[in-house]
């Protein structure tokens, strides 16, 4: 069975600190798809990363860096310096075969960055 | 083409009553896709179109759903006979190909029944 953790329901953070979300999924498949999206507050889901199961290279986009350990079936998130415009809920979600390359969906991560 | 948009935004309706909400994915997209999500909670699949063949529905949802994308453009979905439970946000996606790709997302219609 596939399945998305996201122990961490809310974390809160002075701006400026590093935080790092975790993410820890569940899949038999050895071909599938891991994503992180953002929901800010106004609501509207935003795809920030795509990464397959063939790619362990870790990702940097600016702020914002991902940590793909296939040992340990994580997709961690980190933002380094956040801010405000940081918080939000972040999600990650799996595609694999096993649910017919339907995404599954982690309960989401509510990010709180204080000023 | 700058995204996903979905109308209305917002809809208040009573118990009883039919609502139709209104998706226009990104042009190029061929694959449309609807969610529903309720405070708290990941988005929950509903059905998914490829082009205008409706490929799958969730088997949570309840004959008084519909959905149609007519053309492979636009998709609409129908509730008939809205339930207090029916209140949540209605989120359309659309992506290039399969799962594989990622998708994006429109702005949602929160639905509110009364």
């Known amino acids: 069975a596939q399945k998305v953790t996201q122990a961490q329901t809310e974390i809160s953070v002075v701006e400026k600190e590093d935080v790092t979300l975790d993410c820890v999924y569940e899949?038999?498949?050895?071909?599938?798809?891991l994503f992180w999206y953002k929901q800010p507050p106004s609501g509207e889901l935003v795809f920030l990363i795509r990464?397959?199961?063939?790619d362990e290279q870790n990702e940097i986009s600016g702020r914002y860096s991902w940590n793909f350990q296939k040992s340990t079936s994580s997709f961690n998130f980190t933002i380094t310096a956040s801010q405000v415009v940081d918080s939000a809920v972040y999600f990650c979600?799996?595609?694999?075969?096993?649910?017919?390359?339907?995404?599954?969906w982690g309960a989401g991560t509510k990010l709180i960055i204080k000023p | 083409d700058t995204g996903v948009s979905q109308n209305p935004r917002h809809k208040i309706t009573k118990r009883g009553q039919n609502v139709t909400f209104r998706c226009d994915p990104i042009?190029?997209?061929?694959?449309l896709y609807w969610y529903r999500q309720t405070l708290g909670q990941g988005p929950e699949f509903l059905t998914y179109?490829?082009?205008?063949?409706?490929?799958?529905k969730s088997r949570l949802l309840s004959d008084r759903f519909s959905a149609e994308r007519p053309k492979g453009s636009f998709s609409t979905l129908e509730i008939q006979r809205t339930e207090q439970g029916d209140s949540a946000m209605y989120l359309c996606a659309s992506s290039l190909g399969d799962f594989s790709y990622e998708q994006y997302f429109g702005p949602g219609t929160r639905l509110t029944v009364t």
């Open positions: 899949t038999r498949d050895t071909t599938y798809y």
């Open positions: 179109f490829q082009n205008e063949a409706q490929l799958e």
């Open positions: 979600a799996l595609s694999a075969f096993d649910s017919n390359y339907q995404l599954i």
């Open positions: 990464r397959n199961s063939f």
């Open positions: 042009s190029e997209h061929n694959r």
